[in-house]
């Protein structure tokens, strides 16, 4: 049975990188234990198509596609929109200026993250160049 950490509060907001959704597709249990209780779980549309990508090369493709539109119901998506321009701009003008450029899809999860003040649940360390971004590792 697949589990998904409850999805709560607005107070504590995660986003999931593409590797935290693929870590709870296998149910990593140390991703599962540094969730926070209570937090509001989300991905943003750039992520859950990063995955959906993904998965349609895998051998597992049709259990991973019942999973992840299981989990899509579980969290909020969050959407590109005008809002995000500026962190965008910002952030990838100091990454520029910094001669420290990240991936063009994870710049997007990165200013979302900025936009709404919610933290990045990643592995990749390039989010740690992001100032004024909290990455949770696992």
Known sequence: MTRFPK?????????LDTNAIS??????DALLNI???????CVTVVNAAEYFYGIQSSRKRTLLSRWFAE?????EILNLNREVFPFYHV???????????IPANDLWTAS?????GMKVVSRDLHFDRVKGLERVAW
């Open 112 to 116: 979302l993250a900025r936009l709404h």
């Open 7 to 15: 999805s709560g509060s607005r107070d504590v907001a995660l986003i």
């Open 23 to 28: 870590a709870l597709s296998v149910q990593d």
């Open 91 to 101: 952030i990838r003008t100091e990454l520029r200026m910094a001669g420290t450029p």
């Open 35 to 41: 969730l926070e209780p209570g937090a509001e779980l």
């Open 71 to 75: 989990f899509l119901e579980s969290v």
